[in-house]
Every structure is written in C-alpha cells, then in structure tokens.
C-alpha cells in the first residue's frame, strides 16, 4: 500500500487514493488456502492477512486505486518506451561485460563501474558451488550498487561507446529523443484486429524485432485483481476479507472487483525511426 | 503450415480432451511437455507456482482473440477463489506435434488433465529447479518455496509424475 501512495504524491496524479488508516484499523489475521484453486486433494491453509468486512469499500478503493495508477503511470507508454530503451541499453552492456580488454572502450565505462563489475561477473560459470557462491555474492554487491542515480549518471560516458548501440541509446535517453511508439489501441479496442495487425506488423518488421531497432512489448497488462497466490511468500498478496467468520476471496464478495477481473493486455511496438512507425501504423497509407 | 501460438496452446487443449481448468494447470502442462519434446519455443521463468511462461500467456490472449479458446471461470468452495476454466474451439492442428507425436501428446496431455494441480505443480518446480536453477539440492529448495504444499507423499508422487514422464530428477543433495 506504501507505494501507492508514495508513487501518488511523486506522480503529481490525482488518481490512486485509498484509505489507508481505515485499511490498517481493520486488518486482521486468518487461514487461508494456499493451493491453486482447482487442486483436489484437500487444502493447505497458512495464517495471513485478511481484512474485516467493514473494509470492503476500502479494499474495493485500494484495488481500483492499484489499477488506476497501472494504467496511468506504471504501464503508461512513455514509461514502458524508456523502460524498454533502457532494458536495451543494459543488454548492449552486457554484451560486452564479458570482454575485459574492450569493455571500457566499447561501453564507454570504467572497469570499476557497477554496470560493468556486475554483467562481468558469471556465478553460472564457476567452476565449483564453493566460487559460484563466491561470484554471486559478488555479483550481488554490485547489483545493489545499481540504482536509478548509477544508471543516469553514467549516460554521459556512455555516450562516448565505441558501441554505436550504446553511444545512441545513451543520446537519446539523455536528450528525450525516445523511440516512437505505435499501440495497438490506435486500431480500436477489439483484440482480434488488433492481434490482426500485430501479426502485420510482426512480419513486415520482423528482421527489425530481432535486430531491436523496433522492440515489440506485449509485456504490459492488468486486471483489477489477479489472484497472485501460490508460494508461501507471496500468501500476503491474496485479498481476503472475512465474510461469516471465514476468509473469502475479494472475487467472492465484490462485483465491482468480479467485473473488471479479466486482464487487459497493452501491445505497443517501439521504433528507432520515426518513418517505420509510421509505415507500421499506415500500411497503406492512410493518415 | 505455419504454426502460430495460438495454434500451440489449443492443440494442447484439444490434446487433453478440449477442456481444461485453470492457467496453472496449462503452464505446468506445456513446460512439461516442452521438456519432453513439445518444442513450442516459449520462454519460461520463475513464478509464483513455478516455471511460467508470458509467451504461453499471451498464446492463450490470442487464441482467445481469435475465438479459439473459450475461457470460463470456477470457483473453490471453501474461500470462493476463481479459476480459469478453458474450453478449445478451434481444431487441433497435428502439426504442432510433430517433434513429440500426437499419440503421445494425447497421452500425456489426459494425464495432466486427470493429475492433482498441486502435484503437477510440484512436479515443474523440482524440474526447473535441478534443470534451470541447477539446484543439486532441489529437494529442500522446492520445500522451501512451497512450505505445507510440498508433503512427502506429494514429492513422491510429483517424482513419480515426472519419473513416468522419462525426465526423472536427480538424486538431490539434501534427500
């Protein structure tokens, strides 16, 4: 719930409210099965958090809440767009983490660079699990040393990459040149034309989509509440709320959550050159 | 013919009688037969019941799309909590099957359909864990994930399940 509301006030959005204190007042503690829920063969509860019935309006909120800012910020296509130029910056990198001699020339970056200490490091090939431990623990340490600030911060070197990949990515991040994205919602909001045009799209760019200069992101979808469940850890993310004594699943007792409960997937195309974006999107052209 | 996803994921269905219930249930199926020969080409990772592959969900998104899967939804009686019911519309394609044989794909496929989801969930995990993770001690590992999920008689039976699969699991370190 935290991020909610930090993400809420950082974002400037409007949407995305929820009402913490009355969700924290009515939290309570309950079984809960764990099992996905078409097993037969009897149930394993495990004690988690549930809310009290009081809170089903508030839980209703959070949950809409949660939804809104997904659409709105999370999956947004400016957000997923540099996301995904990012992703492909960081593959670029790794590419070359491998290769000591050519690393900083071709990446821009300094041996000691987190980036280039952590894709350098390779616990998948050690020799024994005594060095894999050893290398993963390393590995990790530069891991944690790789937050937003390391990432930006280290653009203007790699402007300066011998790897043109690199050198136009880093550019681009740097001055918001940003791929142009063509969703497939500009064709309307029926799935089967729009699966329609991404098949088109997918054969026409496809030597493109392997080289990366157009990135296809099917990646991003939501619905209002997907029932997460399943291992232990992760028992805390199911939404029960106590309905006659018992736990009930949200599904159970909210229409609201029962009707947007189907997962709505967002499929966007990424394009290094604005004039295959438009060729993707006007195939005959037609404005 | 072109084989397309969609196409993967309903002759998978069709294969095990036509019908199907819930996603967990379908992503367990189709790793497991990747294992065995399927050669769909999906990607898989680790989530929450185990090796999940986004490429299978959106197999699913598609065929739905295209009006070859029907998906319907039941719900457990004890807590109310909902899951997928799958239903194929559309033929099943042989071709998708001809690395693993249609025969054997049938075989299989009503085997799983009839296999507690618990234990086919169980026997993925030990399977990605000692083949992907390259965990020698995949026996405590899957027990860790899975806490009062993974009792002795489920392991046993999920090595059993993958035992009659031809893809038996190593001796784990910690058995």
């Avoid at chain 1, 821009?108 to 980036?115: D, I, Y």
């Avoid at chain 1, 939404?239 to 947007?260: Q, Y």
């Avoid at chain 2, 719900?75 to 559309?90: L, N, P, T, V, W």
């Avoid at chain 2, 009839?114 to 969930?121: A, G, K, R």
Wanted: with cysteine.
């Amino acid at each position: 719930m935290d991020y909610l509301r930090r993400d809420r006030l950082m974002t400037g959005t409007g949407a995305g409210a929820i009402d913490f204190d009355w969700l924290m007042e009515h939290v309570r503690v309950g079984w809960v099965p764990i099992e996905a829920p078409d097993a037969m063969d009897g149930e394993e509860p495990v004690l988690t958090f549930c809310l009290d019935a009081k809170a089903l309006p508030a839980a209703e909120q959070f949950l809409l809440a949660r939804y809104t800012l997904h659409q709105q910020v999370y999956l947004h296509k400016t957000t997923r767009c540099v996301e995904h130029m990012i992703a492909k910056l960081l593959r670029a990198v790794a590419r070359h983490g491998g290769e000591p001699d050519t690393v900083g020339a071709l990446t821009g970056l300094p041996a000691t660079h987190p980036l280039i200490t952590f894709f350098g490091t390779r616990p998948d090939l050690a020799p024994d699990e005594g060095r894999r431990l050893e290398l993963e623990k390393r590995a990790l340490a530069s891991y944690l040393l790789l937050d937003d600030m390391a990432i930006i911060g280290s653009l203007d070197k790699m402007r300066m990459a011998g790897d043109k990949v690199i050198a136009d990515l880093a550019a681009r991040l740097q001055e918001r040149r940003l791929y142009k994205t063509l969703d497939l919602a500009h064709y309307g909001q029926e799935e089967g034309v729009q699966r329609k045009h991404a098949r088109r799209i997918d054969r026409v760019f496809a030597g493109k989509i392997e080289t990366e200069e157009v990135i296809k992101d099917e990646g991003a979808s939501i619905s209002i509440y997907t029932r997460i469940g399943g291992d232990d850890e992760r028992t805390h993310k199911k939404l029960h709320i106590v309905d006659a004594g018992k736990p009930a699943e949200i599904t159970h007792l909210s229409p609201l959550v029962e009707t947007l409960k189907d997962k709505k997937t967002y499929t966007r195309y990424y394009f290094e050159a604005e004039s295959d974006r438009d060729a993707a999107r006007n195939p005959k052209g037609k404005p | 013919m072109t084989i397309e996803r969609e196409d993967i994921v309903t002759a998978v269905i069709a294969a095990g009688g036509g019908r199907l219930t819930s996603r967990v249930r379908l992503q367990k199926s189709v790793y497991l037969l990747d294992q065995i020969g399927l050669g769909s080409g999906f990607d898989y990772a680790y989530h929450h019941y185990g090796p999940y592959s986004r490429d299978l969900d959106n197999a699913i998104a598609d065929a739905k799309a295209f009006d070859l899967l029907e998906e319907g939804y039941g719900r457990r009686q004890s807590d109310g909590a909902s899951y997928s019911i799958f239903a194929a519309k559309g033929e099943m394609k042989p071709e998708v099957f001809a690395r693993l044989s249609p025969k054997r794909a049938s075989e299989t496929m009503r085997l799983f359909v009839e296999t507690n989801v618990t234990i086919l969930e169980l026997a993925a995990t030990i399977d990605w864990l000692w083949r992907f993770e390259k965990r020698k001690d995949w026996r405590s590992e899957v027990k860790k994930r899975k806490s009062v999920k993974a009792r002795e008689d489920r392991l046993a039976k999920a090595v059993d399940l993958l035992t009659g699969l031809g893809l038996p699991p190593p001796s784990s370190a910690a058995a």
